[in-house]
């Protein structure tokens, strides 16, 4: 018996390699591509960046800038909390504007006057602050007997007061400004409350003068001792004041005089100021006294605050 195929034997090896073939270009057809952005990429996003690219004949945006003066820091931003450390500094720096000023004096007796304020709130300019006398301590023999000539024999000692200060605001015309002080010294038992109006008229350039008027309550009290109460006394103040100041050479020029209850007369005083150069100024002013003398007085000062 003779079996029999319509292809014949004679073609399956063409029928294997044409199979085998189809299924090569199937599978190939199949096979994703690695991805390539410029492949893949439109022709015409392809010809966007092409023109993007710098070009070597560009102008030099940074020509003239000195790179490692730029401030960097404003790219300081923490991702993670959004801080702006600009902010963050500027905030600082106002805390330390309004924070404590000290300003720091030498005394002939060796000791320092040193005085510290700060500000409370912008509000009528509330301050408060303390004036402290602080002696140092002798470290050799020549020092202790150096400080008691000076201080008439007595060894110089620590003292100090506090001090609330206020500016409001004057009425109208007739005056400028107000301004309240309270002071009190606990060693000394004394304390102050004293408010002054004050007037600025300018006269001509940078000439101007300055009202004053001044009133206050000191009140001094006494240490009790066995048997012997302690009292208080009270003194009522009042003094007037012109003061003429030239900017232009730094000349000031003030007259006034002085009303107490302790005292049931006018004192008249009349002083000058003088500014050399920075910081340093000479003064000198004759005045009168409850005895009647003349007291009269010149010194030359370096302020410095810091």
Do not use: H
């Not at 199937?26 to 960046?49: K, R």
């Not at 350039?205 to 008027?213: E, I, M, R």
């Amino acid at each position: 018996m003779e079996f029999s195929t319509g292809f014949g034997w004679t073609r399956l090896p063409v029928l294997a390699a044409t199979f085998i073939l189809g299924s090569a270009l199937t599978l190939q057809a199949q096979i994703i591509p690695p991805f390539s952005p410029a492949a893949a990429a439109p022709d015409d996003e392809a010809e966007t960046e092409a023109a993007e690219a710098p070009d070597v004949n560009d102008p030099d945006v940074l020509k003239g800038i000195d790179v490692d003066k730029l401030d960097w820091s404003q790219l300081a931003v923490d991702a993670g909390t959004g801080i702006d450390a600009r902010a963050a500094k500027k905030r600082a720096e106002a805390a330390a504007k309004d924070g404590l000023n000290w300003s720091s004096n030498a005394n002939a007796n060796g000791s320092s006057a040193v005085r510290v304020k700060q500000s409370v709130s912008s509000f009528w300019d509330t301050r408060i602050g303390a004036d402290m006398t602080v002696a140092s301590e002798p470290r050799t023999m020549s020092e202790l007997l150096a400080q008691k000539a000076t201080n008439g024999g007595n060894l110089p000692q620590s003292s100090g007061s506090a001090w609330a200060a206020a500016t409001a605001p004057g009425a109208g015309a007739i005056w400028d400004k107000t301004a309240v002080e309270a002071r009190v010294d606990p060693g000394a038992e004394q304390s102050k409350l004293g408010a002054s109006l004050i007037k600025s008229v300018p006269l001509s350039g940078d000439t101007s003068l300055t009202l004053q008027n001044g009133y206050s309550v000191n009140q001094q009290g006494t240490t009790a001792l066995p048997g012997i109460g302690g009292r208080i006394t009270r003194n009522y103040e009042t003094d007037q004041s012109a003061k003429v100041t030239i900017t232009e050479t730094g000349t000031s020029v003030t007259a006034g005089q002085t009303l107490s209850t302790t005292d049931d007369k006018w004192l008249r005083k009349v002083g000058a100021e003088q500014k050399l150069f920075d910081d340093v100024t000479v003064s000198g002013s004759v005045g009168e006294t409850p005895q009647g003398a003349i007291n009269k007085s010149l010194s030359a000062g370096f302020k410095k605050s810091w």
